[in-house]
C-alpha cells in the first residue's frame, strides 16, 4: 500500500505550508494525504478532511490524542465502519484495527535513538501515552534542543509504517 518512498515524502510533507500564511494542522494533511492513497472519492474525503480539523494539536490544546493517530483511525473508520447500530463485527473490526495501530506504534519505539527517548512522555513511558503533548515533549523541544516537529515526523514515519502493515485489513 505505501512504498518507503510515499512514507518518506508523506513524512517531510508533514508542517510545510502549501502557501505563505497556511498550513494544514497534522490530522488534515493525514487524511488529505492518506485518503488520497486509499482513494476515498473526493466528495467523501472534502468531509473527511473538514471533520479532521477538530482533532488536530490534540484536539486543539495538545492535551488530546495525537492528531496524527486519531487522524489514521478516523480514516480505519471509514473504511471499515458501520451505519447500522446492530453491526457488531463493524465495529469490533474498527476496535481491533484501532487497537492494533496503537500496538504496532508502540513497538517500534525500540527503532527510535536513544537520545529522543530520554526526553520522557509517549518515547519512555511504558503505557505508550499518545496524547499530543506527549509526543510533541515541551514546545522548546527536549533537554537536547530537539524540537516538537521532529518528534511528529518520527511519530508519523511509525504511525504510517504501522497503518502499512494492516494495510489488507482495511482495503
Known amino acids: ?30 487524511t488529505i494525504t492518506l485518503g488520497s492513497l486509499l482513494k476515498i472519492p473526493q466528495h467523501h474525503l472534502d468531509i473527511l478532511q473538514k471533520t479532521s480539523t477538530a482533532l488536530g494539536f490534540g484536539m486543539g490544546d495538545g492535551a488530546g490524542p495525537c492528531g496524527i ?45 536513544e537520545e529522543l527517548t530520554n526526553a520522557g512522555g509517549f518515547w519512555s513511558l511504558p503505557d505508550g501515552n499518545m496524547a499530543c503533548r506527549s509526543i510533541r515533549i515541551p514546545e522548546e523541544g527536549s533537554p537536547e534542543g530537539i524540537p516538537p516537529q521532529l518528534y511528529c515526523r518520527i511519530f508519523l514515519k511509525m504511525a504510517l509504517n504501522s497503518f502499512h502493515q494492516i494495510g489488507e485489513k482495511i482495503s
Open 69 to 113: 493517530l486519531s487522524a489514521m483511525v478516523l480514516l480505519l473508520g471509514y473504511q471499515k465502519g458501520r451505519l447500522d447500530a446492530e453491526d457488531t463485527t463493524s465495529k469490533q473490526i474498527c476496535y481491533d484495527l484501532g487497537k492494533e495501530l496503537k500496538e504496532r506504534i508502540i513497538a517500534q519505539r525500540h527503532e527510535v535513538p
Open 1 to 30: 500500500m505505501l512504498t518507503n518512498e510515499m512514507k518518506e515524502r508523506i513524512t517531510e510533507g508533514l508542517f510545510k505550508k502549501p502557501a505563505e500564511d497556511a498550513s494544514w494542522n497534522c490530522s488534515e494533511y493525514v
